[in-house]
């Protein structure tokens, strides 16, 4: 079982920049990949970033790549999300997640989620 914290949303002006952060529970965080995904209103939950058990492999999603750079702590049990040069489009529930499984793009992949934290960007 593996309990998930978001935190760092916030409001921010368009090109500034936000560190999520996600903080899980237990001893085997180290054992999971981990992904972060958003939806904001009216639309799909999508993919942004995920990162492979060890950290030495990520992947992004085109419409952040060059902008949003995730990494992992696997001693002190948290993985962060740091985002630069925000813009409206990013405006947003983040969501961290975990699964058994490799980096994945797919939502249904994850086995655990957090409960999101909100990210506004305004203009």
């Known amino acids: 079982q593996v309990q998930l914290v978001e935190s760092g949303g916030g409001l921010v002006q368009a090109g500034g920049s936000l560190r999520l952060s996600c903080a899980a529970s237990?001893?085997?965080?180290?054992?999971?990949?981990m992904g972060w995904f958003r939806q904001a209103p009216g639309k799909e939950r999508e993919f942004v970033a995920s990162i492979n058990w060890s950290g030495g492999s990520t992947y992004y999603a085109d419409s952040v790549k060059g902008r949003f750079t995730i990494a992992r702590d696997n001693a002190k049990n948290t993985m962060s999300l740091q985002m630069n040069s925000l813009k409206s489009e990013d405006t947003a529930v983040y969501y961290c997640?975990?699964?058994?499984?490799?980096?994945?793009?797919?939502?249904?992949?994850?086995?655990?989620w957090g409960q999101g934290t909100q990210v506004t960007v305004s203009s």
């Open positions: 997640a975990a699964t058994q499984r490799g980096p994945a793009a797919r939502s249904i992949i994850y086995d655990y």
């Open positions: 237990g001893r085997t965080f180290s054992r999971y990949s």
